[in-house]
């Protein structure tokens, strides 16, 4: 069965896939897995390696390459987990590139299930120095995706090798300094050059809103940043730094 729905998952485009048991996924800040699917025994991850599209100098057509991404990760996770249910008698919770996300306010910026500790888990590669996944042969330009099943897969080997060559060139490519500390990620540091358009950036710009004349107030509404805040919003979020991703030279030919 294992090598059945691998074979499917590969046909269907998706670049890798790995297994873990559902009992190896440890994510300590995110949900139980039983949130999403209380019998739980198996978790498939696609890995999805971008095309050169997101690394295109026009930041608007880098963006369209992840929106074009996430739309191909849709519809494949969906069409797997419909074979897995149609042909399997499976049953199955879906979770996508960055959903679900509760928002709570002591849960900032931590989505309910962690795609990294799932990747890791079902050997799909290892966490580097800029806190990603380096994925064997594709290196740090992967994308993940998962499906939660109650179907028991054989999971698949763990990867043991450091991928990672230490050049150190994600941390000295960062323009907010928020891979300083080795092993965390400084969310708010990335936040502000990663999405100058996102939840943070339309809450200070209605704050600053607060108070002002209804001139003000109009100059501000018909400014492009408004406009731009708008427009990341209705897109999804609108991520305008990879450096530390375009900046690992793993996995590059
Ligand atoms: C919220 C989020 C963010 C937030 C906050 C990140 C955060 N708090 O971890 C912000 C906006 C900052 C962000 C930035 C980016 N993100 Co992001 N993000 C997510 C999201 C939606 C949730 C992450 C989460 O819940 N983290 C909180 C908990 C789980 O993390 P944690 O336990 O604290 O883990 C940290 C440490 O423990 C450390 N760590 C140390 N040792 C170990 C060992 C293991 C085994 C693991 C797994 C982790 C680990 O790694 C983590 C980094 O802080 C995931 C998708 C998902 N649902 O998983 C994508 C995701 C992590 N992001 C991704 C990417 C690509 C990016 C960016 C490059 C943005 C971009 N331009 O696309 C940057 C990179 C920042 C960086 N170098 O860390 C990819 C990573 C793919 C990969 N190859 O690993 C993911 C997996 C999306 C996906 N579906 O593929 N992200
Ligand atoms: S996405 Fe940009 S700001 Fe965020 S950690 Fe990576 S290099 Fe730094
Ligand atoms: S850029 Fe260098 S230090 Fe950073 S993750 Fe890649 S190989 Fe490791």
Redesign the pocket.
Known sequence: MEQQIRDYILELGVDDVGVACAADYQ????YAITKFLPDAKSVIVLAFKPLTSCESPSMSAAQNGYLDLGSFAHTASYRIARQLENKYQAKVAT?S??YP?EMHNDRR???D?????A??AAGLGK?GR????IHPRFG?R????SIITNLDLRPSARCDEDFCIHCNL?VENCPAG??AEE???D?MK??SH??PYGLGADITFQLQRLGKSPAEQQAMLVDEHYARLRQAAYLGNQ?M??N??KNCPVGLA
């Open positions: 994510s300590p800040k995110s979770i590139i960055s996300f910026a931590i989505a299930f962690s795609q990294r500790h990747a890791v966490i800029h806190n990603l996944v740090t992967v994308i993940f995706t994600c928020a891979l092993g965390r990620t969310v990335c936040l990663s999405q991520y730094c990879f530390c991703l």
